[in-house]
């Protein structure tokens, strides 16, 4: 069993920056890839980004390339992303996730979830 707790959501303005953290804890969560995805309301939730606690390997949604960057901290079991310059459509609620590998997690195939964390972009 894994556990995800999803921090650092909140009401910014256009062009601002914000970090959201993931904690994850469970004797099994090495094994598997994190990421973040997101859903607005009324749309369908969608893969933001990913990546593996064993390398450097990172992959990011075309909408998000050049502004966000996910990345971790091994040793506090933590996964971020870092977003940048945000705009009024990045408002969703962003949700960590863990699958057990990066394909299945790009799908949506995810095993594990957060509770989500609000990202409201003001014009």
């Known amino acids: 069993q894994v556990q995800l707790i999803e921090s650092g959501g909140r009401l910014v303005q256009a062009g601002d920056s914000l970090r959201l953290s993931c904690a994850a804890s469970?004797?099994?969560?090495?094994?598997?890839?994190m990421g973040w995805f997101r859903q607005a309301p009324g749309k369908e939730r969608q893969f933001v980004a990913a990546?593996?606690?064993?390398?450097?390997?990172?992959s990011h949604a075309d909408s998000v390339k050049g502004r966000f960057t996910i990345s971790r901290d091994n040793a506090k079991s933590t996964v971020y992303l870092q977003m940048n310059n945000l705009k009024p459509e990045d408002t969703a609620v962003y949700y960590c996730?863990?699958?057990?590998?990066?394909?299945?997690?790009?799908?949506?195939?995810?095993?594990?979830w957060g509770q989500g964390t609000q990202v409201t972009v003001s014009s």
């Open positions: 996730a863990a699958a057990l590998s990066a394909y299945m997690l790009t799908l949506g195939r995810v095993d594990f």
């Open positions: 469970g004797r099994t969560v090495s094994r598997y890839t």
């Open positions: 990546i593996r606690w064993s390398d450097d390997n990172t």
